[in-house]
């Protein structure tokens, strides 16, 4: 483990160019559940059944439970050390881009300043009958009102959240795949199932990137990395930054 730890280092420092895509896995530590873990109430419903346009269409009452609900459990947790580690790898090379799956918010709260949620974020709003408003933070839990409203036309609010079968929005696409065209990419805590952010680290592949996982487990996507590092996202980010 330590030859790796100590070649990642050696990478990063000649690298100019950084890119990281993380997932659910980096703020398990900060005691968010990933869907694959027990989600208490919840666990009965699959996300898929109730993060789609569909379903909130039918019930955004019950959707707005589910979100009222992640958001209650959000709302104390604090980035980890994991979080913290990307911050200092970001003040340290001359071109950073970070590509997260998560719309906890952590990395923002963390102090993380070229972020891209391709998800978007649970902290905001946006509205469902797309009156022209922009979107808005509210950080409210739990909220007074389900579903909460748009503040412009009085219609019904939505997460500003991107649900399955939806598209990831155009200016953030377009952001992340010109940060793959880069020279290092980190691959944090995510299960690589979930596209079009598992097809990201081939795409920085073919274009010359050195690559390194950070997981627990293997994933479809270890066979492509030049490093992977198994265990917690914590323990190997930070030894990773004591080497800078
Ligand atoms: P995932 O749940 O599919 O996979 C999580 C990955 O993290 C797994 O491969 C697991 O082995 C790994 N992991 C778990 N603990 C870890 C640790 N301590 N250190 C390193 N790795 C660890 O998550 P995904 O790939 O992000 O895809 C699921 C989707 O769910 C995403 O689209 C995301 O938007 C959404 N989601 C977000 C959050 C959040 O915002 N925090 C939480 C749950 C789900
Ligand atoms: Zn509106």
Redesign the pocket.
Known sequence: MREKIEKVIKELKKAKKVTVLT???????SG?????GKEGLWQNYK?EELATPYAFSRDPKKVWEWYDWRRQMLYDKLPNKAHIALVKIEKFVPNFTLIT????GLHHKAGSKNVLEL?GCIWRMKCWNQCGVPPWEDRTVPLPELPPKCPSCGGIARPDTVWFGEQIPEDVLEASLNALNCDFMFV???????QPAASFAYHAKTRGAFLVE????P?PLTSMMDVSLMG???EIMESIVSGL
């Open positions: 997932g659910a896995g980096i703020s398990k530590e968010v559940p990933t869907f694959r996300p799956q998560n719309v906890d998800h944090i805590g995510t299960s690589g199932v979930v950070v997981n627990v487990e994933t917690k996202a914590t």
